[in-house]
């Protein structure tokens, strides 16, 4: 059982799938950026690619994605013809780089026509050096049908990530997600006939009016549709970010010790199930590939979550999109009508983000080793002393421990992992409010 410290996740932090993260972004990158980072790529490196699909059948509340309704035709016809455009923009700079894996995100990449998927991935292939790529999709349950299905099957997806979050009727109102747990047992019987062989299931915790019971229900049928992995995240309220979530109950949502007992109950069911534990807040199947890179010591952490992915390189394209460089962290511009002027004008459509220091790439890697390993050797680290202080409640706690310059985190220090790595993070005095709980 984790033991609860509240004094030690007072403090909001980030979720680190980047260092620095977006909230220190800003307008001092632009297209030439894009253009510089691209020239430096290493061409037989391995590279992913990220194509966002900003669209959704229906918006939920809760959602923090840039998506928009997928409700004229004619606008998403657009949007993928920019799209187009920026691949053939991207590609004729390092259409040589070999590409071992494709996401598709968004918003919800099945709110537009399967033909037009179909189409996108043999644009992509047919741009980059795409020998044998991992494609994966993120799919919204209501609306996937057979031919979304067939769709997947031609184009060779072999993963796909359910937006699930709970099976609670009750709580599925209070979010703005209405989804009957037909849709998923349907979704699932359908990707399998497809060929796809990593079924993951977003679940959520911490959601208004859900209690422990509900969670262990969700848990527990979710569990018998027989999911590879699952991602158990803490819902994060921040409506003065994101203003549909003023739609959500503030008053009907679980404190800070009910919140942790949630994320506690659905790390033990789904160790007592047989999954394998991974990072924080993932769960994967014995011989799933990133339950074997936690156990070989090869997980990464990105833009999508933990992750196997060994690329160093991050290719985003679509609006709001973000490339990850180690040089720079690049986002190309939110609106899809101001992304597909600048497209169309025959640029990048780069508008936010930083370029990194030799300090940050030092940070980012010991941050994603504590996320990733639970250790890190911190001697490269300018400031360690004060890293140390800041950890001493911890380590009076027994959640920490160092040998010399390595920091070691305890098993129990999982609900921990991401206040902890926030000791390396020299940006965070500076937005302190702009995050969730730390579980």
């Known amino acids: 059982m984790w033991s609860y410290h509240p004094e030690l996740l007072a403090r909001a932090v980030p979720r680190y799938t980047s260092y620095p993260t977006a909230a220190e972004f800003g307008d001092a990158v632009g297209p030439g950026d894009m253009a510089n980072a691209l020239a430096g790529i290493d061409v037989d490196a391995p590279v992913s690619l990220y194509a966002h699909i900003p669209y959704c059948r229906a918006i939920c509340w809760y959602c923090g994605c840039n998506t928009g309704a997928a409700n004229r035709t004619a606008r998403l016809a657009t949007y993928m013809a920019r799209l187009d455009e920026e691949i053939a923009l991207v590609a004729d700079r390092v259409g040589d780089v070999r590409i071992g894996r494709i996401a598709f995100g968004g918003g ?143 008053a009907a949502l679980a404190g800070a010790e009910a919140r942790f007992a949630q994320a506690a109950l659905a790390h033990a069911v789904l160790i007592d199930a047989g999954y394998v534990a991974v990072g924080f807040d993932h769960f994967a199947r014995p011989g799933d590939a990133l339950a074997r890179a936690s156990e070989a010591g090869t997980l990464r952490r990105n833009f999508q979550g933990f992750t196997e992915d060994p690329a160093q390189t991050l290719l985003g394209l679509g609006a709001s999109s973000i490339s990850d460089f180690p040089v720079a962290l690049l986002q190309n511009e939110k609106n899809t009508g101001r992304y597909g002027m600048r497209i169309d004008a025959g640029g990048f459509a780069t508008a936010r983000g930083l370029r990194r220091t030799a300090e940050d790439r030092g940070r980012a890697r010991a941050i994603e080793l504590i996320l990733t390993r639970g250790v890190a050797d911190l001697a490269a680290v300018a400031g360690i002393d004060a890293v140390r202080t800041q950890l001493l409640a911890f380590e009076r706690h027994d959640l920490v421990a160092w040998q010399g310059t390595t920091l070691q985190l305890a098993a129990d220090a999982l609900p921990y992992a991401r206040t902890i790595a926030s000791a390396l993070d020299l940006y965070r005095p500076s937005a302190p409010g702009r995050f969730s709980s730390a579980v």
């Open 108 to 250: 919800s990449p099945n709110a537009i026509d399967p033909a037009l998927f179909v189409a996108l991935v043999a644009r992509l292939r047919g741009a980059f050096r795409c020998e044998d790529p991992v494609l994966s999709i993120e799919i919204d349950p209501r609306g996937f049908d057979a031919e979304w299905a067939a769709a997947l099957g031609a184009t060779g997806v072999s993963r796909a990530s359910l937006g699930v979050q709970t099976l609670d009727p009750q709580v599925q109102t209070a979010i703005g997600r209405v989804q009957p747990v037909d849709d998923i047992h349907r979704t699932v019987a359908l990707l399998r006939g497809a060929g796809v062989a990593s079924i993951n299931f977003d679940l959520m915790y911490g959601l208004p009016g859900q209690t422990e019971a509900s969670l262990l229900a969700t848990l527990r049928d979710s569990i018998a549709m027989g999911p590879d992995r699952l991602a158990v995240f803490g819902y994060a309220h921040v409506p003065d970010l994101i203003p549909r979530q003023r739609r959500i109950d503030s």
